[in-house]
Nanobody, 121 residues
Framework: HVQLVESGGGSVQAGGSLKLSCEGS????????MAWFRQAPGKEREWVAS???????TYADSVKGRFTISRDNAKNTVYLQMNSLKAEDTAMYFC????????????????WGQGTQVTVS
């Protein structure tokens, strides 16, 4: 069965950096579309960044220039390098996957990790 496990979250001061990891198993990782989402308390889950099997990358405007998504297919892992963190980046961060991307809506993704908390103060 498909499993996604995030790690790397934590607490950091504004301006700092964190690198999140998401290891996948139970599916053909290298050909799947991978995405990062986040959800702050009281807010809806929002798309942050995504990376397809051809390494085509897209970012939400709110993180463009600060966050970098990448993947290592040999390790079945997708990463999110977060630099110049702001208080408004505080959220639970989730990775998600699907075979083909048809929408960046959270409802379009059937497989999710458990999330990793990022707190920026």
């Amino acid at each position: 069965h498909v499993q996604l496990v995030e790690s790397g979250g934590g607490s950091v001061q504004a301006g700092g950096s964190l690198k999140l990891s998401c290891e996948g198993s139970g599916f053909a990782f290298s050909v799947y579309f991978m995405a990062w989402f986040r959800q702050a308390p009281g807010k809806e889950r929002e798309w942050v960044a995504s990376l397809d099997s051809r390494r085509t990358i897209t970012y939400a405007d709110s993180v463009k220039g600060r966050f970098t998504i990448s993947r290592d297919n040999a390790k079945n892992t997708v990463y999110l390098q977060m630099n110049s963190l702001k208080a408004e980046d505080t959220a639970m961060y989730f990775c998600a996957t699907r075979r083909y991307c048809t929408s960046m809506s959270p409802a379009a993704f059937g497989y999710w990790g458990q999330g990793t908390q990022v707190t920026v103060s």
